[in-house]
């Protein structure tokens, strides 16, 4: 077993301060930023979201730091154009404004491919579509080890995403789930478990994939767990973004736990759980819709029980790869703190109930977002 190194991408809204609606003023915000962050501030599809991606890291006080140091840029620079950013799924508010494409060829393509989930009839943007994430990549992997120890986690992933809800509200609505980005999200072609393919049957099934039509390029494999085509990593991509910075850095903590312990069984030839697609899509919904107070899929034997008892385990499971890189207590600390206050979701809703309004939301999220 060995420490293996980290990397989080994160995903913010922009919202306006005084309406805290979502706005399109990424170009200001990311010009501003590039000046300290160079290549880590980042486009995403729309204008009115900015991703920042950490340098890879094997140690946690280095990962969190860097994860303060890029969202305070961006507050930072966000506050000039006169805007805010946000760590959350879904934006609870909708724009005041029709959200535009970010100006580029690959995305102004896949405007046009896929232009059923991005215009509405009229040809204004579908602001259902403005969905944020948070990523975590663990390396270094070649793409045959990564796509391996992806089909061992996958039964892992449904918890993990209930622990990572946080996006109750959409356009002005409580959507009745934890994570209604999952729902929105999945509206895109290859979005689910990663299949159970060997290394020669993902570059055919991805090539036939690109040739008939419904993905542009490898890119675009949206897989819960995939080899990533730029880094050499496994990024696993079914978190929402989140404002707490430490529930960040709990979900990354805990994929490199479960990795490195998965790993050895990858390298040892072990074969991964035979769990159906089928299922851990059920899991997936339920997770997306219930989070933490809902039920998962046992890995073992695929019985629903409840997530938190599965997410304690898997706690327990990785436990050896948490304290390899000595992050177990604070690990445990974390889950403790997040049984006694919920997750993301979960702190949203007990915000709106105390007086009602979506815009004392916002405002909680941009706070945290801000480290405030």
Known sequence: ????????????VLVDRLTRAPVNRAPQVIHRAA??????????FF?????????????????????????????AAAREAGCMPVACGTPALPPDEPLTVTDSPRYGLMARRFRPLVTRDDGIARDDGLVCGCHVHVGSLDRERALALALHMRPWLPVLQALAGNSPYARLLDTGHDSWRAVEHARWPTVGPTPLLTEAEYLAHVARLVGDGPLLDNRMVYWHARPSEHVPT????????NARLDTVVLLALLVRGLAAVLLDRVDASV?????????????????????????????????????VDLLAELIDFARPGLELSDDADWVDDQWRRIRVDGGGATRQRAVFRRRGLLTD?????AAATAGR
């Open 1 to 12: 077993m060995k420490i293996l190194t980290l990397g989080v991408e994160e995903e913010f």
């Open 35 to 44: 000046e300290r962050l160079g290549g880590q501030v980042q486009t995403e």
């Open 47 to 75: 204008n009115a979201q900015v991703e920042v991606c950490t340098e890879p890291t094997a140690c946690r006080e280095e990962l969190r730091a860097e994860l303060s140091r890029l969202r305070s840029v961006v507050v």
């Open 234 to 241: 496994l990024e696993i991509r079914v978190a929402d973004a």
């Open 271 to 307: 074969p991964p759980p035979d769990v159906p697609d089928a299922g851990l899509a059920r899991a997936h919904r339920t997770a997306a819709a219930q989070g933490l107070a809902g039920a998962g899929l046992d890995p073992a034997d695929g019985r629903r029980r409840p997530a």
């Open 361 to 365: 939301v916002v405002d909680e999220l």
